[in-house]
């Protein structure tokens, strides 16, 4: 292999940026050369595609997003699309690629190794949703991000007698508000892998309120349900003033963590090595801190898991 291509896709996250430069430098440690496709598959269709260097991934390790921008692009769900991206990947002598993005993204890139494009995935998303890996890229930094608000929040929950509920992303996993939900203390947490009873809620407001609590923060995750309507249901239900907020976007952007970085460069390393060894229809992850890999056909077989204990553990030290 002489010359390889990466792109970034789907939904932003902080630490793409790394992951982009590890690619980039790894590849011409190796004496390959690197093509960076912009906007994602929509990118590779319309053959927005430019040799790399060194120099063209400098200064950007901290920095949040993907300099590659990202995209989503229908027309490359169909066989056509697919096709007319093969064929600029070979117009510009392209002989792998390296996609980092979440799920949707890697089932692109399933695609691509279909049709004998050699392709390998690295996990970018802040949802920790991909199988096959402990920890995805981005979902360090938003946990931190999500912290830091809460406990801002914190500070003024204080001042106040008030349940604060806090919405966070996560459409079908619940990772992200689990590990604020443990990390903050929070009294309840509502995640789509769990079924969560409102009476239940309710009830663990009513005993902190009992016992002398000045507030509880409740953290739920998008997938469940909006913040808001939890919100009115307490207000409802309860003599308790309710302030919702919602964290959206904040929880993308950032620069990413250290944790993050070191995750990403060690990532996107691996995809470079496998490309070369001639590994394709891949994806990379890290699991009990070794850099593995598996088949994208397995990973996208898998349903997304939470750590049951670690959600017992929530609700064993928010009684
Ligand atoms: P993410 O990668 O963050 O999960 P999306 O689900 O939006 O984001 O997927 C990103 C892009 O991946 C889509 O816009 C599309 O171009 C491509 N993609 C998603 N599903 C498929 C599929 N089944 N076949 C081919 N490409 C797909």
């Not at 995750?221 to 308790?240: P, Q, T």
């Amino acid at each position: 292999m002489k010359r390889i291509g990466v792109l970034t896709s789907g939904g932003d996250s902080p630490g793409m940026n790394a992951a982009i430069r590890a690619v980039v430098r790894k590849a011409i440690y190796h004496g390959i050369e690197v093509y960076g496709i912009s906007y994602g598959y929509q990118g590779l269709i319309e053959g927005d595609i430019k040799k790399m260097e060194l120099g063209s991934v400098g200064d950007i390790i901290h920095r949040g997003g993907t300099m590659l921008y990202t995209a989503r692009c229908e027309e490359f769900k169909t066989l056509e699309g697919q096709k007319k991206g093969i064929e600029q990947l070979k117009k510009h002598g392209i002989e792998g690629l390296v996609v980092i993005g979440g799920d949707g993204s890697y089932r692109g890139a399933q695609k691509l190794s279909e049709h004998g494009f050699p392709t390998v995935g690295v996990p970018g998303t802040i949802d920790n949703d991909i199988p096959g890996t402990d920890f995805t890229i981005g979902f360090d930094t938003a946990l931190n991000t999500i912290i830091d608000a809460i406990d801002k929040i914190r500070d003024t929950a204080t001042s106040h007698e008030r349940t604060y509920v806090i919405e966070v992303m996560g459409r079908h996993a619940g990772d992200l508000a689990l590990w604020a939900g443990l990390a903050d203390g929070a009294e309840t947490i509502v995640i789509p892998e769990e079924e969560h009873d409102m009476n239940l809620i309710l009830a663990n407001i009513k005993r902190g309120v009992e016992r002398g609590k000045k507030h509880s923060i409740i953290i739920v995750a998008e997938g469940v349900g909006s913040g808001f309507d939890f919100g009115e249901k307490i207000s409802a239900e309860m003599n308790v003033e309710t302030r919702v907020t919602v964290l959206g976007h904040i929880q993308r952007g950032g620069s990413p963590t250290g944790a993050d970085r070191v995750l990403a460069s060690r990532l996107a390393a691996k995809a470079v090595d496998l490309l070369l060894e001639g590994k394709a229809g891949m994806t990379v992850g890290i699991q009990r801190n070794e850099i593995v890999y598996h088949s994208i056909n397995d990973i996208l077989d898998q349903p997304h898991k939470i750590d049951t204990d670690m959600y017992k553990l929530s609700q064993e030290l928010s009684i």
